[in-house]
């Protein structure tokens, strides 16, 4: 499987966007979905995730009530929503994906990564 986001952008703070990460070659039904950030000079980060089906999402504290995560595993696509942007969002954000439960926060157990979008947001 093959994974790709795209849909950055430059958004002024407490704007939106809407994020997608397409999957060829494969479906990503079986696997949890998670998105990844890495802002300049800093070490990747987790965001968010989604269980196989999207009956479960799991969030890091600094995008509680502002991101979402969704999945449409028919269309091979995962989504992520982030509303009410602040300027520490500013990063490039990865699509991973991963087949166990375990350790959804940790980068290095997602063995599918996409190619980043750049999501900038201005004050």
């Known amino acids: 499987v093959q994974l790709q986001a795209f849909w950055g952008g430059l958004v002024q703070a407490g704007g939106s966007l809407r994020l997608s990460c397409a999957a060829s070659?494969?479906?990503?039904?079986?696997?949890?979905m998670g998105w990844f950030r890495q802002a300049p000079g800093k070490e990747r980060e987790f965001v968010i995730a989604?269980?196989?089906?999207?009956?479960?999402?799991y969030y890091a504290d600094s995008v509680k009530g502002r991101f979402t995560i969704s999945r449409d595993n028919a269309e091979n696509m995962v989504y992520l929503q982030m509303n009410n942007l602040k300027p520490e969002d500013t990063a490039v954000y990865f699509c991973?994906?991963?087949?166990?439960?375990?350790?959804?926060?940790?980068?290095?157990?997602?063995?599918?990564w996409g190619q980043g979008t750049l999501v900038t947001v201005s004050s």
């Open positions: 989604v269980t196989w089906n999207g009956g479960r999402a």
């Open positions: 991973a994906a991963k087949e166990g439960q375990r350790f959804l926060e940790r980068a290095s157990y997602y063995h599918i």
């Open positions: 070659g494969g479906t990503l039904s079986n696997y949890i």
